[in-house]
């Protein structure tokens, strides 16, 4: 899209984490035990933080900070990512016994 609109248009890429809002607030009543410990960042503060880094003219923001170490294992081990946060976070439709690491097949 910065190709296609040259320097004409400000593209800022958002990626937010874990922020706490009614959905998250009701997925940390569902699973308390898990997102205890999970670092949550408050919806204001990531709009502030959006909205500064957009005036800016900064590229990309990623809020809480800390989300940003998980953004190379996204890129270069999307399978791992996956394996890791369905261990974590449990989906109830889903075999819970199925925990193996997915195999990577070479084309």
Not at 51 to 78: I, N
Request: charged fraction near 20%; proline fraction near 7%.
């Amino acid at each position: 899209m910065r190709m296609e609109s040259g320097t004409a248009i400000g593209i800022t890429i958002a990626t937010p984490g874990f922020i706490r809002t009614d959905l998250t607030l009701k997925a940390k009543f569902e699973l308390k035990d898990v997102m205890r410990i999970v670092p949550m960042g408050s919806a204001s503060e990531c709009a502030k933080a959006i909205v500064e880094s957009a005036c800016r003219g900064d590229m990309y923001v990623t809020y809480p900070s800390w989300y940003r170490v998980l953004f190379p294992w996204k890129v270069l081990h999307p399978q791992f990512v996956d394996w890791a946060f369905n261990l974590i976070f449990p989906n109830k439709s889903a075999m819970k016994g199925n925990l193996m690491m997915p195999e990577h097949k070479a084309e």
